[in-house]
């Protein structure tokens, strides 16, 4: 198998190389480019394609979900995984919003940063617990003022975006639902057509946000 191509951009050298050596003695994963800030960041996901960019949040210039936003807007194929310190409400909504594929804390184990990464490139979506605790505790204070304005989902649709939550990918939602991948991807696209997103990570937290799941 191919290894993951990964950029990594954060703008502390220290800590930016650390990454780099964890990623270095991982298996099957590959640094192809170092960011120190957002702009290089998306000048380097537009030469190299990589698969998936470890972005670093609050940096100088373009910040992170600005990067981040312009990065799944115009390379694609290229998934963005935040690795930061930061966890506030504001920082978490405004990178799923941009599109990031998962939310991971610079304090979790390296095991959990690999698994991350291989999770995000595969197409999942990973939240750190904290992270996803803070998320549900937004979305329930908001949903009885949104439910009215909620969509209707079908249950089958309910039923995908629930595996999608709980972290599974199209071919393993399809296995488990006894349907075929291309169902589970015709089931997505008329989700996020009713919830008005355009990828898994947003559909998951606008459905959370609308008191849906």
Known sequence: MNPIRVVVADDHPIVRAGIVGLLG?????????EASNGAEAVELARAEHPDLVLMDLRMPGVDGASATAEIVAGVPGTRVLVLTTYESDEHILSAIEAGAGGYLLKAAPQEEILAGIRAVAGGETVLAPSIAAKLVARV??????????APSLSPRELEVLRLVASGRSNPEIARELFIGEATVKTHLLHAFEKLEVNDRTRAVTRAMELGLL
């Open 140 to 149: 329930r204070a908001g949903a009885a003022e949104t439910a009215d304005a």
């Open 25 to 33: 003695t991982a298996a099957g994963i590959e640094v192809v480019g």
